[in-house]
């Protein structure tokens, strides 16, 4: 069974830094592309990045660029999202989502993350 | 504003049809697949349509997806109670992105 649990959420100010983490079990995660979803309150899904099985090839949202950094570690079936320069609109609850087919075929339960002073 | 324009909401009596559309444009729709999620109150979303229309395993053949040019349906028929939820459409963009539409909420009357 498919299993994705995000951790590191949690309350920071403005300008804060948060690292989040995704462990994955029950598929060979080195084979499969990842990524990061978000939902802030009350809102519609919002993609944020996207890394490939290697990392050789990574995307992030324009929302995103330049503060977050996605990686991953193969060895340990891991998933992170280095949030840096948080700003109150980055309040949302963070999924990380496998990408086995063309689509986000699997989700994690999600992290939320407060941005507030 | 969503790159992918969904209707805000639908609704219909059990046991009725319902479509949701998704429109985009050739950056996007137009030259991808198109996924379908669902999403019930309080919980993560699932995959209900990949590809434009294949379902993953388990999803009931209630559920069904098209696309044409740049535009995708998600059809549920034999509307359930327990179908009350978020639907969301996505697909990839040619700028290297990953846009989903707004959201549409189905109400079951």
């Known amino acids: 069974e498919v299993q994705l649990v995000e951790s590191g959420g949690g309350l920071v100010k403005p300008g804060g830094s948060l690292r989040l983490s995704c462990a994955a079990s029950?598929?060979?995660?080195?084979?499969?592309?990842m990524n990061w979803v978000r939902q802030a309150p009350g809102k519609g899904l919002e993609w944020v990045s996207s890394i490939s099985s290697s990392s050789s090839y990574i995307y992030y949202a324009d929302s995103v660029k330049g503060r977050f950094t996605i990686s991953r570690d193969n060895a340990k079936n891991s998933l992170y999202l280095q949030m840096n320069s948080l700003r109150a609109e980055d309040t949302a609850v963070y999924y990380c989502?496998?990408?086995?087919?063309?689509?986000?075929?699997?989700w994690g339960q999600g992290t939320l993350v407060t941005v507030s002073s | 504003q969503s790159v992918l324009t969904q209707p805000p909401s639908v609704s219909a009596a059990p046991g009725q049809k319902v479509t949701i559309s998704c429109s985009g444009s050739?950056?996007?729709?137009?030259?991808?697949?198109v996924s379908w999620y669902q999403q019930l109150p309080g919980t993560a979303p699932k995959l209900l349509i990949y590809?434009?229309?294949k379902r993953p395993s388990g999803i009931p053949d209630r559920f069904s997806g098209s696309k044409s040019g740049t535009s995708a349906t998600l059809g549920i028929t034999g509307l359930q109670t327990g179908d009350e939820a978020d639907y969301y459409c996505g697909t990839w963009d040619s700028s290297l992105s990953a846009p989903f539409g707004g959201g549409t909420k189905l109400t079951v009357l």
């Open positions: 989502a496998t990408a086995v087919s063309s689509a986000f075929d699997y």
């Open positions: 590809e434009n229309n």
């Open positions: 050739s950056s996007n729709i137009g030259n991808n697949y």
């Open positions: 029950g598929f060979t995660f080195s084979s499969y592309s």
